[in-house]
């Protein structure tokens, strides 16, 4: 099951891409999700080790390390989201069962359908096309 990190991601580089470099503080950033700091630190390092945030010890803020129009929406949703998690099939059904016996299988092959078609969409959607639907085309301090 997807969790909200996904969104919350989403909404970092999005406040990271259009605030003046530094401002993006973590404590900033969770006064617009409506958060815990902790919570942004951490989803921030998620962020971090994917390669999509860097920020400098002793400085506020962190910065993109790409242009928002190079970060898909299935990059972001791969840093912070387990493969396994948008669909779980319960373990051991009835093998007795008629449909016991075969769910499993079948829901692997609907769910492996659905997945791919998700991360298609995502693939071909951008932080910067996060921007724009928000009204925030240029970063701030361009």
Not at 9 to 35: E, K, M, R
Not at 64 to 82: F, W
């Amino acid at each position: 099951m997807v969790n909200s990190r996904f969104a919350v991601a989403i909404h970092i580089l999005s406040l990271v891409a259009s605030t003046p470099c530094g401002q993006a503080t973590s404590a900033y950033i969770a006064g617009s999700v409506n958060t815990n700091p902790v919570v942004i630190r951490r989803i921030s390092s998620m962020l971090k080790k994917a390669g999509m945030l860097e920020s400098t010890v002793g400085a506020p803020g962190a910065t993109l390390t790409k242009s928002p129009e190079e970060i898909t929406l299935l990059d972001v949703y791969k840093a912070v989201q387990s493969p396994d998690e948008l669909f779980a099939i319960h373990e051991e059904p009835n093998p007795d069962c008629s449909i016991g016996k075969q769910i499993q299988h079948t829901l692997t092959d609907v769910f492996s359908s659905a997945q791919q078609a998700m991360e298609r969409e995502l693939a071909s959607k951008t932080v910067a096309d996060v921007l724009n639907g928000l009204g925030v085309s240029k970063k701030l301090t361009e």
